[in-house]
């Protein structure tokens, strides 16, 4: 049984592809900040699940779920989809706080590269995969996501190094699209997004990802 890693799996497109996963026979080790509705995610999901609560910027919590996905068998997939929006509203750059700036990076870029360290000796061993959730901000540039979109934009950089520096891996750096998520909301706050997927639509494409495994790059779902 495969076993893979998913962080920020409590909601949105981390649940999501927990299930879809779990349906297709993999084992899973699931982070994510808030406890109970990690728990309440975990108990919904079928097959072997460790449920790990914690933060990704916690070197601790890092090293937990890696020896948890070990304890399962071995490490075959690492699902980077933790992440922060930043403030909400989206501000402009002449006025981005920041200190929450760097709060944007050290989750999205500097955290998602810290857990791909911790994991990477268990990945190349197994000849595994990376998966680093982007998002078409991270090319595009729409007002107010300068500081998520470029967050996103350095992370699709080290997905593409590793890559070359990994052979033995597949590492996918993947654009879901606009998906009818609370982060997504949040950027726009008081807006109808109900014309967004819900993340489910997609996750059909993810599991024939990482299965198929094609080679490394960036997919647009």
Do not use: C
């Amino acid at each position: 049984m495969p076993v893979a890693i998913i962080t920020g799996a409590s909601r949105g497109l981390g649940l999501a592809l927990a299930k879809g996963l779990s349906d297709a026979g993999w084992s899973l080790v699931l982070d994510a900040r808030g406890a109970e509705d990690l728990r309440t995610a975990a108990s919904e999901l079928n097959g072997t699940v460790q449920a790990i609560p914690g933060d990704i910027t916690d070197p601790a919590h890092r090293a937990a779920l890696v020896t948890a996905a070990d304890e399962l068998g071995g490490l075959d997939l690492l699902v980077n989809n933790a992440g922060v929006l930043g403030p909400s509203p989206l501000p402009t750059l002449a006025e981005f706080p920041l200190d929450r700036l760097r709060e944007v990076f050290e989750v999205n870029v500097l955290a998602q590269l810290a857990l791909t360290q911790q994991a990477l000796p268990a990945l190349v061993a197994r000849a595994g995969s990376v998966v680093f959730v982007t998002s078409d901000a991270a090319v595009e540039p729409y007002p107010g996501w300068g500081g998520y979109g470029s967050a996103k934009a350095a992370l699709e950089h080290i997905g593409r190094v590793l890559a070359v520096e990994a052979p033995e891996l597949r590492v996918w750096v993947v654009d879901p699209g606009d998906l009818r998520t609370r982060m997504h909301q949040d950027a726009f706050p008081g807006e109808d997004i109900s014309d967004r997927q819900l993340p489910e639509a997609v996750i059909p494409a993810y599991v024939k990802l990482v299965t198929e495994r094609p080679e490394s790059g960036r997919i647009r779902l």
